[in-house]
């Protein structure tokens, strides 16, 4: 192997096998279960050995954390301000 292919080879990881399946819930209407239904899915994924991100985009209203019983530090409206104003200084 020469120097040249095994730089390149350690410098970028193992490509997966095949892509992460994306599954976005969303409807136009609101109190329809989009959130108790992305836990739940989020929830099986996890009981069946397999990992997951579960983001919700309710800027305003994201409620995820009550869903499962956890408590969250900051909005990400709070986080993102915070961000704003560390970067304007």
Same mark, same amino acid.
């Given at each position: 192997? /020469?120097?040249?292919? +095994?730089? #390149?080879?350690?410098?970028?990881? %193992?490509?997966?096998?095949?892509?992460?399946?994306?599954?976005?819930?969303?409807?136009?209407?609101?109190?329809?279960?989009?959130?108790?239904? /992305?836990?739940?899915? +989020?929830? #099986?994924?996890?009981?069946?050995? %397999?990992?997951?991100?579960?983001?919700?985009?309710?800027l305003g209203l994201a409620n995820i954390d009550v869903q499962l019983g956890v408590r969250r530090k900051r909005t990400c409206i709070r986080s993102c301000a915070a961000f704003?104003?560390?970067?304007?200084?």
């Amino acid at each position: 192997m /020469s120097a040249s292919t +095994a730089s #390149a080879s350690q410098q970028s990881p %193992m490509p997966r096998a095949r892509p992460a399946p994306i599954f976005a819930v969303a409807s136009g209407k609101g109190g329809v279960g989009k959130t108790w239904l /992305s836990t739940m899915l +989020a929830c #099986a994924f996890g009981r069946a050995g %397999m990992r997951s991100l579960l983001v919700d985009c309710d800027l305003g209203l994201a409620n995820i954390d009550v869903q499962l019983g956890v408590r969250r530090k900051r909005t990400c409206i709070r986080s993102c301000a915070a961000f704003w104003s560390s970067t304007r200084r």
